[in-house]
C-alpha cells in the first residue's frame, strides 16, 4: 500500500485511519485485538485514539481505548508497525482539561502508561483552548518532542484562523508546529472545511485526517428514513439531521456510483474523501471483521472523474440549477 506524508511531520501514513473509539465501548478487548491485527496484515498502519475515549459511557472514565491498545501493543510487539495517535485537552474530570503545559505534561504521561509505549507518533489538541496562551501550548509541546515522547503534533477542532494562528506563533518562536488537522467532514458535512480551513491546510502544507467520514453511518445507505432513524440510539440522536432533500439526494448519487464500480455507497463515501487532495486519511471504525473489510477495500477504490464530478454536484451546499429544475 502506498503510504502518504503526514504535511512536513515527517511520519508516513496509510490513506485510511482506523478510529479508536469503539475500543471498550461498542467492541470488547477481544474483538478490538482482532480488529487491529487485521488491520495491521491489511497493509494499513494508523490508528487513531484519544485519552477521553470512552469517558461518555456510564461507569467509563476516559482512557479505555488507550488501554486496550496498549495492551494490544505489550502482547504483540507490534508498536513499529504502527502510526499511533491520540489526543489532549478533552474534559477528564476532577479539573483535568485543556492545554496548559502543566496539564499537557500530566497527560501525555497517562497516556503513555496507557499505551504502554516509550512514545507517541501524533499528539493532538483535542479542543482550542483559549485560556491557555498559545505560546505556551506551543513550547510545552515542544519539550515532549525534544524528550522523544512525542514525534508531531497536530490539532482537532480548530477553526482556520486559530489554526493559523497557532503555526504562526510557532514558527516565528522556532517551535515544532502543528502538521495536521483534525476536522468534522464527509460528503454532507462540506462546508466549514472546504470554506477556510481546506484552503489554508493546503498553503501551508497541514496534514487533515477527518473524522465521522461515514456521517454516523448516515453514508452507508443504512438510514434513509425516520423509521431507520429510530431504531438505533445513533440515529435518533444523529441522523435526524441528515434525513433531508440534500441528505437523500447525496444517497442517490451514492447508490448510482455504487452500482457503476461494483462497491457500497459507505465505500464510495469514504473513496471520494481520499481522492480529494487535501485529505490525507480519513477516520472511520470498524466494529466488525466484516466492517473492517468494508473500509479497507474503500482504500483502494479507484473513483473516476465523472463519479467525483457527480458526488461533488449533489452533495454541494446548494443544488446547480439543472438539479432544481429536476427536483
Known amino acids: 500500500m502506498q503510504l502518504r506524508p503526514l504535511g512536513r511531520s515527517g511520519l508516513q501514513v496509510s490513506p485510511l485511519a482506523f478510529g479508536g473509539n469503539v475500543f471498550g465501548w461498542t467492541v470488547d478487548e477481544k474483538l478490538s485485538f482482532r480488529l487491529l491485527d487485521a488491520w495491521l496484515d ?3 498502519n494508523f490508528v487513531d485514539t484519544a485519552d477521553v475515549y470512552s469517558r461518555w459511557v456510564p461507569g467509563h472514565t476516559g482512557g479505555e481505548s488507550e488501554t486496550i491498545i496498549g495492551k494490544w501493543l505489550h502482547e504483540t510487539g507490534k508498536r513499529n508497525r504502527v502510526v499511533l495517535a491520540t489526543k489532549v485537552g478533552k474534559p477528564m474530570g476532577d479539573g483535568k482539561t485543556g492545554l496548559s503545559p502543566a ?7 497517562a497516556s503513555l502508561r496507557r499505551l504502554r509505549c516509550d512514545h507517541i507518533d501524533l499528539y493532538q489538541s483535542h479542543d482550542d483552548d483559549q485560556n491557555t496562551p498559545l505560546e505556551q501550548t506551543a513550547a510545552a509541546f515542544a519539550d515532549l518532542i525534544k524528550a522523544g515522547k512525542v514525534r508531531a503534533i497536530g490539532a482537532s477542532n480548530f477553526t482556520a484562523p486559530r489554526l493559523a494562528q497557532a503555526i504562526d506563533v510557532a514558527e516565528r518562536l522556532g517551535l515544532p508546529r502543528y502538521e495536521c488537522l483534525q ?4 460528503l454532507y458535512d462540506r462546508a466549514v472545511f472546504e470554506e477556510a480551513l481546506e484552503p489554508l491546510c493546503r498553503e501551508r502544507g497541514i496534514g487533515v485526517i477527518n473524522f465521522y467520514a461515514l456521517a454516523a453511518g448516515f453514508l452507508t445507505g443504512k438510514y434513509r428514513s425516520a423509521a431507520d432513524a429510530s ?3 445513533r440515529g435518533a440522536t444523529t441522523i435526524q439531521k441528515y434525513l433531508n432533500a440534500r441528505g437523500l439526494r447525496i444517497l442517490d448519487a451514492l447508490d448510482a456510483a455504487a452500482r457503476k464500480h461494483n462497491a457500497t455507497p459507505g465505500q464510495v463515501a469514504i473513496a471520494w474523501q481520499i481522492a480529494r487532495p487535501s485529505i490525507t486519511a480519513p477516520i472511520a471504525s470498524a466494529t466488525s471483521l466484516d466492517q473492517l ?28 440549477s439543472q438539479q432544481q429544475q429536476q427536483q
Do not use: C, H, M
Open 231 to 233: 431504531k438505533s440510539a
Open 42 to 44: 491489511a497493509g494499513f
Open 183 to 186: 476536522p468534522l467532514y464527509n
Open 293 to 320: 473489510d468494508e473500509l479497507t477495500a474503500a482504500a483502494r477504490l479507484q473513483l473516476d472523474p465523472e463519479t467525483i464530478a457527480a458526488l461533488d454536484a449533489a452533495s454541494a451546499e446548494r443544488p446547480s
Open 103 to 109: 496539564y499537557i505534561r500530566e497527560a501525555v504521561e
